[in-house]
């Protein structure tokens, strides 16, 4: 065929098929083109078809829409669906209207910000060719009108990616526009939106990063942005002085009327100036791909200009900011920057919105935000906690609340106010219908932390909800969930007896769980077994039966030596040994297994553990109020000496059950009894002289004295001053009577450190210096 038998070109265009779009509140239309060349007669010549769609979005399509209405206008405006098909329509968007919400799990998408639409002035009346970029690069030269044209032309050629290689290639493309921008973007919001949007184009390929660098693009946006805030400042001052006089004199119709102007006139300078400032951002948010320049943006307040956008209206500019402060909190300066300002504040009135995208990018934001301590004591403040737990019913964002909830249940401060929301039984509901074997990590461990306080407990064992929680977790194995049964069975009060009698009935969760002990099960199910059941401090339970029953001596007895399992099993077991020697029967039952010394060679080993020490101790005190075990602790062990030696340990809760432990065996023998007076004298008495000593290596020596050469004060005088010492809680007699081998101890250095003070690496020594009363 030659060109020139070509005459016309004739389309012909053949609707198809109408559905709804699977993800958005849109229309999709199918339709089919098909070409005709037609020759000088009017013959066609060549015809090509091809299958094309069109996507029509409906976002004023909400729950109170007139359907009706908007079938009729979407049919007036599409000349693709034909009048017959309006009933189908209407049909369509009924079922849009009420269709729920998609509940893929979003978490999982990278939320970014849309990808930028045109916008008001990019419209042109003519189709742009990059043939003619010469031409357009001209109209760069000339007034701000032919600026803003050459400009959009230019723009429309770089949207295609397939143009930008070859509009890098013309020299004075990019370097002109850089030019115009940096000399007239204070005189046209239009011209510099476009400019910046042409740059946009080439920042969404990292490739081309370094050629925005070179012309300092990011740089002149940063400016643009402080500036277009503070005009906006300026723009809301005059408006609401205007308001105010108005308001002044409500009968003066011109000012009122000036407002109205005023207002009308601001709404559409913003409306541009959005535009200007979602361009802007977007080309940084690519830019600060690089960490480098995202260092440049903050030490420029990228944080403070983003943070004052916060207070916009516009939901498409605010998804870009929310999503750019999120990307910046990652970083402890930029995460920092945003604790001194009012940013969680500001945050919390997003929280719940309409659009999706915005909240779901808005909770991601505080995610990150609430790994800082007292950013979630802010998020609390501003009332968030009941927004997020109405949000737990939202599929979409279910896993970023609740993300958002456990670290606020990290805070023992806001535990407690879980109990006066919907946030329990929405959790346990979700825990029992959980179909898998192993629960969500984020779900379950929320719980544990729930079940840490007393009435959420409570809360928790509501109906039978205790009962399903030990059935699932003894049929699972799960220590999850064995866990936060452990944190229920801690509290005292209701919530600890449900263990034994549910509603007048008797259960048998005490055998429960100590079937699982003998049993070969994972060390984890184990430690949370042995936890659970040595919380279970319960006057009606009996110890001996249980022990008995299950033989557990022997588990327990082997399960002390050194090495034999991980420390944190023989850290429960010493714990449990605690919890049953509360009683006598047990506790004699526990002394002629041979458990005390098995207790005191693991006191040797684990010394330098303060969680241990504290626990063996524990055990000791609680032997030490019955007669049987108290006999066998002080006449056929060296656990006394060994309590002597943590009596003045560097542990608060350490010397406190020691001294317990001690004064209990001081008032039943009497030889032990001397010995702790002698070591609580010393121990004071070497104080003193430490502080004396002191002071005569500070003072100078003529003051310590006398006119005749002797010192002021002998040591036959400080012996003879009782009440010199410290008080030993009326253990130390008031005469300052001491025994003899006191002297011999003290010069020999027993149990003493460095400085005088008793110390742990000398417990086995020690112990051996000092032998049980016969």
């Not at 307040?301 to 500019?317: A, F, G, T, Y």
Request: charged share 30%; net charge negative.
């Amino acid at each position: 065929m030659q060109a020139d038998d070509a005459r016309y070109l004739k389309r012909k265009y053949k609707s198809g098929t109408l559905d709804v779009h699977p993800t958005e509140k849109a229309l999709v239309v199918q339709y089919e083109v098909e070409a005709t060349i037609l020759g000088e007669m009017g013959d066609p010549m060549l015809g090509e078809r091809k299958e094309c769609q069109k996507i029509i979005r409906l976002k004023s399509l909400n729950s109170n829409t007139d359907i009706a209405s908007l079938a009729r206008k979407v049919v007036e405006e599409c000349r693709l669906i034909s009048p017959s098909r309006l009933p189908e329509v209407e049909q369509l968007l009924f079922y849009l209207q009420n269709r729920k919400k998609t509940a893929e799990k979003k978490e999982n998408k990278p939320i970014k910000p849309r990808d930028l639409t045109s916008f008001e002035g990019m419209e042109l009346d003519e189709e742009a060719n990059i043939n003619s970029i010469d031409d357009y690069v001209e109209l760069l030269y000339e007034d701000i009108p032919e600026k803003i044209r050459g400009a959009t032309l230019i723009l429309h050629l770089a949207r295609n990616p397939d143009n930008l290689e070859e509009l890098l290639q013309n020299d004075t493309v990019l370097g002109a526009l850089a030019r115009v921008l940096r000399e007239d973007w204070k005189h046209s919001v239009d011209l510099a939106t476009t400019i910046i949007y042409v740059f946009f184009c080439f920042s969404s390929f990292s490739q081309f990063h370094g050629l925005i660098a070179h012309y300092k693009i990011g740089a002149l946006c940063m400016s643009i942005i402080e500036h277009e805030l503070k005009r906006n400042d300026l723009w809301l001052d005059e408006l609401q002085k205007k308001k105010k006089a108005g308001d002044d004199d409500p009968d003066n119709q011109n000012l009122k009327k000036e407002y109205e102007k005023a207002l009308k006139k601001y709404n559409g300078l913003l409306a541009k100036q959005e535009q200007l400032l979602r361009v802007a951002l977007y080309l940084l948010l690519n830019l600060s791909e690089d960490t480098r320049t995202e260092l440049k943006m903050r030490n420029k307040n990228i944080v403070h200009l983003l943070v004052k956008m916060l207070d916009r209206d516009s939901e498409e500019l605010l998804v870009l900011v929310v999503s750019f402060l999120k990307k910046l909190s990652i970083f402890l300066e930029n995460k920092n920057d945003m604790a001194e300002i009012d940013t969680v504040e500001k945050l919390a009135k997003l929280v719940p919105c309409e659009h999706e995208d915005l909240l779901n990018v808005t909770l991601r934001l505080l995610l990150n935000l609430s790994f800082d301590t007292g950013l979630r004591s802010k998020m609390v403040q501003m009332g968030l906690l009941p927004k997020l737990t109405l949000l737990l019913g939202d599929e979409a964002q279910r896993q970023i609340a609740m993300c958002i909830l456990y670290h606020i249940s990290m805070d023992d401060r806001f535990k407690s106010m879980f109990a006066y929301t919907d946030c329990i039984p929405q959790v346990m509901k979700m825990l029992f219908d959980c179909v898998e074997e192993r629960i969500d990590t984020e779900l379950i461990s929320f719980c544990i932390n729930l079940a840490a306080n007393k009435r959420n407990a409570q809360i928790m064992c509501e109906g039978n909800c205790l009962k399903m929680l030990m059935k699932r977790a003894l049929k699972l194995k799960d220590p999850l969930m064995m866990k936060m049964i452990r944190n229920i069975s801690q509290h005292d009060g209701p919530s600890k007896n449900l263990f034994i009698c549910s509603n007048g009935v008797f259960e048998d969760y005490v055998g429960d769980l100590a079937d699982q002990i003998g049993l070969k099960e994972e060390e984890e199910f184990v430690i949370e077994c042995l936890g659970t059941l040595s919380n279970l401090t319960i006057p009606d339970l009996d110890w001996e039966l249980v022990l008995k029953e299950y033989n557990l001596v022997p588990y327990l007895k082997d399960h002390l030596k050194p090495g034999s399992a991980e420390d944190d099993l023989i850290l429960e077991v010493v714990i449990m040994i605690g919890t049953v020697s509360m009683d006598d029967s047990c506790a004699v039952m526990l002394a002629k297994s041979g458990i005390i010394p098995a207790l005191i060679e693991l006191l040797n080993a684990q010394q330098e553990d303060d969680e241990f020490v504290c626990q063996i101790v524990y055990v000791f005190y609680q032997m030490v109020f019955h007669q049987a075990t108290r006999d066998v602790i002080i006449k056929e062990t060296q656990a006394p000496a060994y309590l002597i030696d943590l009596m003045h340990d560097k542990n608060a809760e350490i010397r406190k059950v020691c001294d317990s432990t001690l004064d209990i065996i001081a008032e039943y023998d009497v030889e032990w009894g001397k010995k702790i007076q002698s070591e609580k004298f010393r121990w004071h008495n070497s104080q003193w002289l430490e502080m004396v000593e002191n002071r005569q290596m500070d003072e100078a020596e003529p003051f310590m004295y006398g006119d005749d050469g002797e010192p002021f004060i002998h040591n036959g005088d400080i012996l003879e001053r009782p009440d010199l010492f410290y008080s030993a809680d009326g253990i130390i007699p008031a005469d300052g009577a001491i025994s003899p081998e006191f002297f011999t101890d003290f010069q020999n250095g027993y149990l003493l450190g460095p400085q005088g003070f008793p110390n742990r690496t000398g417990l086995k020594s020690a112990a051996s210096k000092s032998p049980p009363a016969s």
